[in-house]
């Protein structure tokens, strides 16, 4: 007969502290598998994310890691108790023999269980120990009260749902989270205020569309790149937020809260979205973080000296998916994989030819921003701009 552990909650979100508790399951109570089982409509808790997102989370969380399977029986809209979810697992796992994983802290209550009876036949139940909770006594009132339930000597995790929640909020890369959980929670803005609607509202479709482009290729880098995931969300989905603005009035912001000191920039037009934008989205949508704010700033033309996080968001407006193919774009994309600053100095090397050729001036602080490139980079990445050439 199988041993099935079930591991429920709202993962709100998913964490390493619940995999480590499914992994010492496995090995402290002999288990085949730990099923984890989000809950779409918990009875008695609120979660800030919808239930699908929760899910889709979990799901990522779970790839490539043995002894661990996902369920959706937590998503039946029925299903709202513990004891009503068991016979759908019934169903998934024919035959197996199912064990319930709960903190300490649960066991006081859970004789008083919506169909408590019912439940305690149905499984088992392994106890973790939770910091200040007395295990023994409730321990013996569940007993007592028809539960079998056996102690699990598992070393408390220092990760919970609740601090990742706090951090996301301030736009930081929570500890104790799958990579590839933070890039979908960044990617989706989630536990952090909405601005997609402020957003959609100050720009066309089109460029709306390019905003969530970037957003997403600036995840996709940070990751791969090391940079802060949570930042660079956040750059990306503002870079464009005066875009949508006429000249004229970016031209007056500019100029009320001197915001650009170079005339030539000054007399740029579209290109003042750069500034005007860090402008507002430090007073319109809140956003202190200066690191994010520079990034905004200089994504078009660049300045000397940008950090990575900045050349992140400047390569991600100029590679995002949805960018109709230009002369270097797959060059920019290649060179992306490897090195920021090089694929960087691509695509100013790109402006600057498609300036030429159109008999246009090329920025003085651009051609600056393009030779301290060029100082940056490794025998290597020299050669991979040559062979890009």
């Known amino acids: 007969m199988q041993k099935v552990g079930v591991l429920g909650g709202t993962f709100d979100p998913i964490h390493e502290g619940h995999l ?44 490539g890691q043995e002894g661990m399977a996902l369920s959706r029986a937590g998503m039946q809209p029925s299903v709202r108790y513990t004891a009503d979810i068991l016979p759908f697992l019934t169903k998934e796992f024919s035959g197996a ?17 919506h169909e408590a009876d019912k439940l305690f036949a149905q499984c088992e139940i392994l106890c973790f120990p939770r910091t200040g909770i007395e295990t023994h006594e409730a321990m013996e009132k569940a007993r007592a ?21 706090a951090a996301t909020a301030q736009y930081e890369d929570a500890p104790g989270l799958n990579k590839k959980v933070l890039c979908y929670m960044a990617e989706n803005g989630l536990y952090q205020p909405d601005f997609l609607p402020k957003l959609k509202g100050m720009m066309n479709p089109r460029r709306f569309r390019h905003t969530l482009g970037v957003r997403k290729e600036a995840v996709r880098l940070a990751a791969l790149h090391g940079l802060p995931i949570q930042k660079a969300a956040l750059a990306g989905l503002l870079h464009d937020c005066a875009k949508g603005m006429p000249v004229s009035v970016m031209a ?83 060179l992306a994989e490897h090195s920021l600053a090089a694929a960087a100095l691509k695509s100013l090397q790109m402006t600057q030819e498609y300036l030429r050729k159109n008999n246009r001036p090329f920025f003085p602080i651009a051609q600056r921003t393009a030779e301290e490139l060029e100082g940056r980079l490794t025998e290597q990445q020299k050669i991979w701009m040559d062979q890009m050439d």
């Open 20 to 63: 480590h508790l499914a992994r010492q399951a496995l090995r402290l109570a002999g288990l085949d598998q730990v099923v984890i089982l989000p809950m779409a409509r918990p009875a008695h808790r609120e979660t800030e994310a919808p239930a699908d997102i929760r899910f889709a989370m979990c799901r990522l969380a779970l790839e």
């Open 97 to 113: 023999k199912f064990y319930l994983i709960l903190g300490a802290d649960k066991l006081p209550s859970l004789p008083y269980w």
């Open 145 to 165: 009260a028809g539960a079998r339930v056996q102690l699990l000597p598992v070393e408390c995790s220092p990760y919970s749902s609740t601090m990742i929640r």
């Open 252 to 334: 007056q912001i500019a100029q009320e809260y001197r915001l650009v000191k170079d005339k030539q920039m000054m007399d740029s037009g579209a290109m003042l979205h750069g500034p005007v934008g860090a402008h507002l989205a430090k007073y319109k949508f809140g956003i202190r973080d200066g690191d994010v704010l520079q990034a905004i700033r200089n994504h078009t033309i660049g300045r000397p000296g940008m950090s990575e996080l900045e050349l992140c968001i400047f390569v991600a407006d100029a590679t995002e998916e949805n960018r109709e193919d230009y002369d270097g774009l797959q060059a920019i994309r290649r």
